[in-house]
């Protein structure tokens, strides 16, 4: 399942997505601030934490070269707080198949992301854990 296009709130985060799965650096790069505090999936090969968009580069990069193939379907996308938006969905492999479950917190501001969070987590733990409302 897939969302339907956003609304202006949530757009970036879309775009964001979207260029992900198309492996689309300068589109995920336009998404985001110069100094963006990114917090990736934890995944083999990458660390926790990049910051600024040189470090989503960086993280990119390292994406690339460790070969990982997974890609992200939303299936909610939602402002949860001014300037918060929620994402959730699974994660699938190139063959279409899904492979777990994912969550990502996104701050906005002028237009760009300006702090991400992605967890392998389903939206339920997100909101126990009071992360989102």
Not at 113 to 132: C, K, N, S, W
Request: glycine content about 8%; charged content about 30%; proline content about 3%.
């Amino acid at each position: 399942m897939s969302v339907s296009a956003p609304a202006e709130t949530e757009s970036v985060v879309w775009r964001w997505v979207e260029a992900f799965n198309a492996r689309d650096l300068d589109g995920m790069l336009a998404c985001v601030a110069e100094d963006i505090d990114f917090h990736p999936l934890r995944v083999s090969g990458l660390a926790s934490s990049y910051r600024g968009r040189d470090g989503v580069r960086e993280w990119f990069e390292r994406f690339q070269h460790a070969r990982h193939e997974h890609r992200i379907v939303l299936s909610e996308l939602r402002e949860v707080d001014e300037g918060k938006v929620f994402a959730s969905g699974s994660l699938g492999l190139g063959d279409e198949r899904d492979i777990g479950p994912f969550c990502a917190l996104h701050r906005i501001a002028d237009g760009v992301i300006v702090a991400a969070h992605q967890y392998l987590t389903d939206p339920d733990m997100i909101e126990r854990l009071g992360l989102i409302a």
